[in-house]
């Protein structure tokens, strides 16, 4: 591990095109798990996987579901408008009434449903939804054990946009990005070198020192206040207008932000995206177990930082390999490390299911500003952030 230098990671709004796509296949996924229940369908049974295309005033929605009847396409076109609303967009090319929403979803295959669905009442055992390999990661430089660069990104955009949906901000418009470049020393952050805000603005003549008057304190809030100084270069609004943002300045597909999504480049990645998947997809639930078991290794004092891999086939139900990196700050031997994870917990996909309760509506909160280093919350959404492992792991080692 290099001792000093650069290192940078972007975050993208809940306005950002595909954040956008994102957030409706998330909603989808939420909505048969709110409904499942009320028509007497077990949610173990329920089977989601929504992509979502978005262009001028038009959304597309295609993919497999298993679920209640009584989710009709005018529920799902409900739905999807109340999120576009929420985001913020009442805009000429893209507008939460006007846009044009074609609905493609059909029935799960029987190919794949034979491979995951448990095989009889008496054998609980489910295979995992698809072969793939996932990655988790926690390291100790942030509060929330997350790498700096991705946590303050998302930070500086998390705190415009409440300023946006709370009219604080009139003139800002949903769409936006950041990107922070953290100044790394003896391999800890000390400081930012470079910020990049781009916002979008609802007033067409703003210029960027304007928008710049507008998001520099919030950068500032989000920031440790000793990271800004002289050295630091701020670009907002680099090319001097976003006034065209969102599905009208280009289109955004579900699945196109991963590593914005995750670690923000400082970890490696398995390529499976998370959202309008249902957690039989262990692109998704075995992500968050891997976040999961990860941060908890940090959290315990067993490492200061941790990159987990986990590998599954589908139809298969236990993983096939479990690999542990503490990047020479363990204190236990990656090889104990990797047995105490497969002992503290069932890292199978209803293991997994079960352990961090994702049968349920908590999916859609997971669209924008990250999936990991977020606040556990009452209703069970970001399970896989708690650190109630901790325990279980320092006993099994």
């Excluded at 109340?82 to 967009?89: N, V």
């Excluded at 507008?214 to 440790?224: D, G, H, N, S, W």
Aim: a negative charge; hydrophobic letters at 35%.
């Amino acid at each position: 591990m290099r001792a000093s230098y650069l290192f940078t990671s972007e975050s993208v709004s809940e306005g950002h095109p595909d954040k956008v796509c994102d957030r409706i296949s998330d909603e989808i996924v939420d909505l048969f798990y709110r409904e499942g229940p009320k028509a007497g369908i077990d949610p173990w049974q329920i089977r989601a996987a929504c992509e979502t295309l978005a262009t001028t005033n038009k959304v597309v929605i295609a993919g497999e579901t298993r679920g209640p009847s009584s989710v009709t396409n005018d529920q799902i076109e409900s739905v999807v408008r109340e999120a576009i609303k929420d985001i913020g967009y009442e805009q000429e090319g893209f507008h939460w009434e006007k846009a044009d929403i074609e609905i493609l979803l059909h029935p799960q295959s029987a190919d794949i449903a034979q491979g995951v669905d448990a095989k009889q009442p008496s054998n609980q055992e489910e295979g995992a939804g698809d072969q793939g390999i996932m990655f988790g990661y926690a390291t100790n430089e942030t509060p929330d054990l997350m790498p700096a660069p991705i946590f303050y990104a998302h930070k500086i955009l998390r705190l415009i946009s409440e300023a946006r949906h709370s009219g604080r901000e009139k003139v800002l418009g949903p769409d936006s990005k950041s990107q922070v470049t953290v100044q790394y020393e003896n391999g800890k952050p000390v400081g930012v070198r470079e910020i990049v805000v781009s916002h979008q603005h609802l007033i067409e003549d703003l210029t960027s020192n304007q928008i710049r008057d507008i998001v520099e304190p919030y950068v500032r809030e989000a920031l440790p206040k000793e990271w800004i100084n002289g050295k630091t270069i701020w670009h907002i609004n680099p090319t001097g207008k976003f006034y065209i943002g969102g599905p009208d300045g280009d289109s955004g597909l579900t699945g196109r932000k991963i590593i914005v999504d995750t670690y923000g480049g400082a970890a490696p990645h398995g390529g499976g995206a998370f959202s309008g998947k249902d957690p039989t997809k262990v692109d998704r639930s075995a992500a968050y177990a891997a976040r999961y078991v990860a941060k908890n290794i940090v959290a315990a004092g067993l490492a200061d930082r941790c990159t987990l891999q986990l590998a599954y086939a589908i139809g298969v139900a236990r993983p096939l390999s479990i690999y542990i990196d503490t990047h020479g700050t363990g204190r236990v031997p990656e090889d104990e490390l990797e047995k105490a994870a497969a002992k503290a917990m069932d890292l199978t996909p209803r293991g997994i299911r079960t352990h961090l309760d994702l049968n349920r509506p908590i999916y859609a909160r997971t669209a924008a500003y990250g999936h990991f280093g977020r606040t556990p919350d009452n209703e069970g959404g970001f399970s896989w952030e708690k650190t109630d492992l901790v325990e279980p792991l320092k006993r099994a080692v």
